[in-house]
């Protein structure tokens, strides 16, 4: 069974920094699809981030410059450091992986930018 835990939310001024986790079990990130989403107050579930099986990376034009995906395949974790964070960044954050036609999700882990 595959299993995300996201980690590394928590409350940062504006132009802070994060880091967020994705510590994964269940599979390794041997030919899978990772994607960042987040959901805000009172909005839909939106896409940030992709690390795609080929290796390639990409990001939603908010984010752009900001925000970088990395991995750590001996640890099967997956980090979105988060910089220049900006007040309309604040949401709960979701790491989701792809493989083998499934999808699995993580739990989710808050940001808060606020001065």
């Known amino acids: 069974q595959v299993h995300l835990v996201e980690s590394g939310g928590g409350l940062v001024q504006p132009g802070g920094s994060l880091r967020l986790s994705c510590s994964v079990s269940?599979?390794?990130?041997?030919?899978?699809?990772t994607n960042w989403y987040r959901q805000a107050p009172g909005k839909e579930r939106e896409w940030v981030a992709s690390f795609t099986r080929f290796g390639a990376t990409t990001y939603a034009d908010s984010v752009k410059g900001r925000f970088t995906i990395s991995r750590d395949n001996t640890k099967n974790t997956e980090y979105l450091q988060m910089n220049s964070l900006k007040p309309e960044d604040t949401a709960v954050y979701f790491c989701n992986l792809l493989t083998m036609g499934r999808s699995y999700w993580g739990q989710g882990t808050q940001v808060t930018v606020s001065s």
């Open positions: 269940g599979t390794t990130f041997s030919n899978v699809h």
